[in-house]
């Protein structure tokens, strides 16, 4: 195929797909009919020699071809309509759809505020939530699969901390602190270890645990603390989420370690006995990293204020209070 045969629209039509995985939502974004939106896929699909995307539940998913594309055709898209359209952004008209890469615990706090913000001052924005599956998302960030990921990054933030300090023009990602955390161990209300006045480094390691790992390897940054003073702990289960630690650990003896802003928003605080960790970990500090060609866009300068605010407003001592209360 050569690229002088395919009509560049039909990329802009696919992007707007693999972003909602809706035929009937991309075609309102793009005030196209649903068939004209479907044409558009077949010619692509008869030009690529792909499917493209296939029907999933009330959706379409998009198969591994059109995956590994959607990152050339978007940042592609966005360095034309930089071009066609340099500083332009209308928050309250323009429909510009946001991919953005963060753990379930960070979602709980940030997405509620932030939908708040949406709502009122960007109707046409929409925002893609995906599941943070590395401490390091930087490979996604550059290939422009993810507009942002927001978590607690220690690797990738150093690094671009000292490309920043050598100021040599050479940063290629940009970021911005949102909040910072405590990890406390918890477990269930009733654990017999929630009896005694304090939680010992040999009590803790003597229990069983439940990790959570992003990435699925089972040894984090825990395990890390504990080899370092020469102790180490057995780990029973391994999930990816913190909501689902937080749900085992209320109905197990296991123990687990939660970000202490989280606990409040699993809705079943009063389940959980929390302790702090009988051994020293690093402060958590939660970051928003973005690419640097992403850094003058006038919609992701927005984007990036718009989850400050909401970090402020997950915050206000009004929310969590309210929170706690539940």
């Known amino acids: 195929m050569s690229l002088r045969n395919l009509d560049l629209n039909l990329l ?32 692509l699909r008869d030009a ?35 071009a066609i359209e340099p500083g332009r952004f209308d928050p ?15 979602a709980a706090l940030l ?23 590395t401490r390091d998302p930087r490979p996604q960030l550059e290939s422009g699969a993810l507009d942002a990921a927001i978590g607690y990054f220690p690797a990738a933030t150093a690094a671009i901390t000292l ?64 080899a370092a003073i020469g102790r180490s702990r057995r780990i029973v289960l391994t999930v990816n989420q913190f909501f689902t630690a937080g749900q085992v650990v209320a109905h197990s003896d296991l123990l687990t370690v939660l ?21 020293e970990t690093p402060l958590v500090h939660v970051d928003l990293l973005w690419h640097s060609r992403r850094q003058a866009r006038p919609e992701h300068a927005w984007l990036r204020d718009a989850f400050a605010q909401a970090a402020a407003s997950a915050f206000d001592p009004r929310q969590i209070a309210g929170r706690r209360g539940r």
């Open 12 to 43: 802009r039509v696919l992007d707007e797909v693999l972003s909602e995985r809706n035929i009937t939502r991309a075609a309102r974004n793009l005030a196209m009919t649903q068939p004209a939106v479907s044409n558009a896929i077949r010619r």
């Open 48 to 82: 690529l020699g792909d499917e493209l995307v296939v029907r999933s539940g009330q959706g379409v998913e998009p198969t591994p071809a059109a995956l590994a594309l959607w990152p050339a055709v978007r940042s592609a898209l966005a360095t034309l309509r930089d």
């Open 92 to 106: 309250a008209s323009d429909r510009r759809s946001f991919v953005i890469a963060m753990a379930d615990a960070t």
């Open 111 to 133: 997405v509620p505020p932030l939908v708040q913000i949406i709502e009122t001052r960007a109707p046409a924005v929409s925002l893609r939530v995906l599941p943070l599956t």
């Open 163 to 226: 490309a920043a300090m050598q100021q040599d023009g050479g940063e290629r990602f940009g970021q911005q602190r949102l909040y910072e955390s405590h990890y406390v161990c918890v477990m269930r209300a009733a654990h017999p270890l929630a009896a005694a006045p304090e939680l010992t480094l040999d009590d803790y390691c003597a229990a069983h645990h439940l990790l959570v790992s992003f990435s699925g390897r089972p040894f984090g940054f825990v395990d890390e603390a504990l």
């Open 259 to 279: 970000p202490d802003r989280f606990i409040a928003a699993t809705g079943i605080r009063r389940e959980f006995a929390v302790r702090p960790l009988p051994f």
